[in-house]
C-alpha cells in the first residue's frame, strides 16, 4: 500500500551532454528548443525542467519514446548522471550535494538499480551472483550468503542458488539480477526496462512478481518502460517524458481521461479502457437509490430507479430490492422481506475488465462495494456500454 510520504524528491532537474552546458542552459531559459540547441551548439539535452516526487511504497513509472530521456531521468536519481542543475532529495537528504564515499553508500543501501540487459558474472554461481552487490559492500561471506539466499527465496530462486547463469532461462538469469537488488534490501529499487528484454509470457510473470513485491514489502520501485500496458498494470503513477521533459504525471487513469497534450492522447490512443478503470471509478457516475435502515425508515425517494440498494448505518450493503411493488413508505421490514434472495456485488478496486460479465446476466445495476463492505455505487448495463465504448 502506498502512503503519502514523499521519499523521493526532484525539483528543477536539468542534464545537458556536452562540453558547454552553460551556453546550452541559457538558451533553455530563453526558450529555445532541445533540437535548435542541438543544431547551434551539438548540446545534447536530456532532461528539461523535470520536477516531481515519488511517493514511498509506489511503483512509479516513467515512460516516453525513445530518446525522450527517461534512462538519462532515472540514472540523475542515484548520479550514475550528473545533473547539470537541480536537485534530488531522498527522504529529505539532497543527493546532489553528497561526497562520493556518502554517493555509494546511498547507491549500495538505498538505490539499487536493475538493468535491462542482466549483466550476470558467467563464472560466478548464482548465489555469488546475487550477493555480488552485498559483497562489494564489504558484507561478510555467511553474511552475504544468508541475505542473498533470502533474496533468491523472494523471486522464486531458492532451489538455484548453486547453478550458474548459463544454466538458466533468460527469464530466470533477470530473476537473479531483481535478487541481486532486492538483496540489498533498499530503500528504492530503479528499474530500467528491466523486463524489455523478456519473451511476453515471461514478462507478464515478472510484471506479477514485482506487484507482488511491492505489496507484500511495500518496496517503492522507479520503473522505465516504453511499453504502456506494462505501465498500466504496474503503474501506481505514470511520468511522460517528451523531448527530455515531463509533460505528464498522474495515475493511468488520470491520464487517459485528461491526456495533456497530443503525444500523452496518442500513447493512449486504442487502449483498453476497461483493464484501466475500477469498478469504483465508474459506480458514483450513476444516481442510485440508497435506502439506510437506521431503525425507522424515513420515506425515500427512488428518483426513477427500479432497484434500491439496502445498506446498513455504517453504510454495509444489506441487499437489493426491486421498488415496483413497494411504496416509498415501505418499513425496513417490509424492504427487508422484499429483497432478493441473492445479489451480486462487486469490488471497487476490481478492474472494469473483470465485471464486465456479471453486469451483463445481471437483472439489476449490480451493488460496487469496498472490501470492508461499504456500498459506493452501482454499475448498469448502459453505464458499462458507455464506458467500454468511450
Ligand atoms: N552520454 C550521452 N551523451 C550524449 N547524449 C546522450 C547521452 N546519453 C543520452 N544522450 C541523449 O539524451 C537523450 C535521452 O536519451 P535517453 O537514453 O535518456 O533516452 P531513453 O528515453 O532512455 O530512450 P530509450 O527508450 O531508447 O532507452 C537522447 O537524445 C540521447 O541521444
Ligand atoms: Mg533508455
Known amino acids: 500500500m502506498t502512503d503519502t510520504t514523499d521519499i523521493l524528491s526532484i525539483n528543477n532537474v536539468y542534464k545537458v551532454f556536452g562540453e558547454q552546458p552553460d551556453t546550452a542552459m541559457q538558451m533553455l531559459q530563453n526558450g529555445a528548443h532541445k533540437d535548435e540547441i542541438f543544431e547551434k551548439t551539438g548540446q545534447t539535452v536530456g532532461v528539461f525542467d523535470a520536477s516531481f516526487s515519488v511517493k514511498k511504497g509506489e511503483i512509479f513509472v516513467i515512460m516516453g519514446l525513445s530518446g525522450s530521456g527517461k534512462s538519462t531521468m532515472v540514472r540523475l536519481l542515484n548520479r550514475l548522471i550528473e545533473p547539470t542543475s537541480g536537485s534530488i532529495k531522498l527522504n529529505g537528504k539532497d543527493i546532489t550535494a553528497l561526497g562520493d564515499a556518502d554517493l555509494l553508500d546511498v547507491r549500495r543501501h538505498e538505490m539499487s538499480m536493475v538493468f535491462q540487459s542482466f549483466a550476470l558474472m558467467p563464472h560466478m554461481s548464482v548465489i555469488d551472483n546475487a550477493a555480488f552487490g552485498l559483497e562489494i559492500s564489504g558484507v561478510e561471506k555467511k553474511e552475504r550468503h544468508k541475505r542473498a539466499q533470502a533474496a533468491l527465496d523472494q523471486v522464486g530462486l531458492g532451489e538455484h542458488g548453486d547453478s550458474y547463469p548459463h544454466q538458466l532461462s533468460g527469464g530466470m538469469q533477470?530473476?537473479?539480477?531483481?535478487?541481486?537488488?532486492?538483496?540489498?534490501?533498499?530503500?528504492?529499487?530503479?528499474?530500467?526496462?528491466?523486463?524489455?528484454?523478456?519473451?511476453?509470457?515471461?514478462?507478464?510473470?515478472?510484471?506479477?512478481?514485482?506487484?507482488?513485491?511491492?505489496?507484500?514489502?511495500?518496496?517503492?520501485?522507479?520503473?522505465?518502460?516504453?511499453?504502456?500496458?506494462?505501465?498500466?498494470?504496474?503503474?501506481?503513477?505514470?511520468?511522460?517524458?517528451?523531448?527530455?521533459?515531463?509533460?505528464?504525471?498522474?495515475?493511468?487513469?488520470?491520464?487517459?481521461?485528461?491526456?495533456?497534450?497530443?503525444?500523452?492522447?496518442?500513447?493512449?490512443?486504442?487502449?483498453?479502457?476497461?483493464?484501466?478503470?475500477?469498478?469504483?471509478?465508474?459506480?458514483?457516475?450513476?444516481?442510485?437509490?440508497?435506502?439506510?435502515?437506521?431503525?425507522?425508515?424515513?420515506?425515500?425517494?427512488?428518483?426513477?430507479?427500479?432497484?434500491?440498494?439496502?445498506?446498513?448505518?455504517?453504510?454495509?450493503?444489506?441487499?437489493?430490492v426491486p421498488l415496483e411493488s413497494i411504496d416509498n413508505q415501505a418499513s425496513a421490514d417490509t424492504l427487508l422481506a422484499q429483497q432478493l434472495d441473492q445479489h451480486a456485488s462487486v469490488y471497487s478496486d476490481d478492474m472494469i475488465s473483470d465485471v464486465v460479465k456479471t453486469v451483463a446476466h445481471s437483472d439489476y445495476p449490480v451493488p460496487v462495494i469496498e472490501r470492508n463492505g461499504t456500498f459506493c455505487g452501482v454499475i448498469s448495463k448502459d453505464l458499462m456500454l458507455k464506458t467500454l465504448s468511450h
Open 174 to 320: 533477470q530473476r537473479v539480477g531483481l535478487a541481486r537488488a532486492l538483496a540489498n534490501d533498499p530503500t528504492i529499487l530503479l528499474m530500467d526496462e528491466a523486463f524489455s528484454a523478456l519473451d511476453p509470457l515471461i514478462r507478464h510473470e515478472m510484471q506479477g512478481e514485482l506487484i507482488r513485491l511491492q505489496k507484500e514489502q511495500s518496496r517503492t520501485i522507479v520503473f522505465i518502460s516504453h511499453d504502456l500496458d506494462e505501465a498500466i498494470r504496474i503503474g501506481d503513477r505514470i511520468a511522460i517524458m517528451e523531448g527530455g521533459q515531463v509533460v505528464q504525471i498522474g495515475t493511468p487513469e488520470e491520464i487517459m481521461r485528461n491526456p495533456a497534450n497530443e503525444y500523452v492522447e496518442t500513447f493512449f490512443k486504442g487502449v483498453d479502457v476497461s483493464k484501466i478503470l475500477k469498478a469504483g471509478d465508474i459506480a458514483c457516475q450513476q444516481s442510485a437509490c440508497k435506502i439506510q435502515l437506521n431503525g425507522s425508515v424515513h420515506p425515500f425517494d427512488a428518483g426513477g430507479n427500479q432497484f434500491a440498494y439496502l445498506v446498513d448505518d455504517k453504510e454495509s450493503l444489506l441487499g437489493v
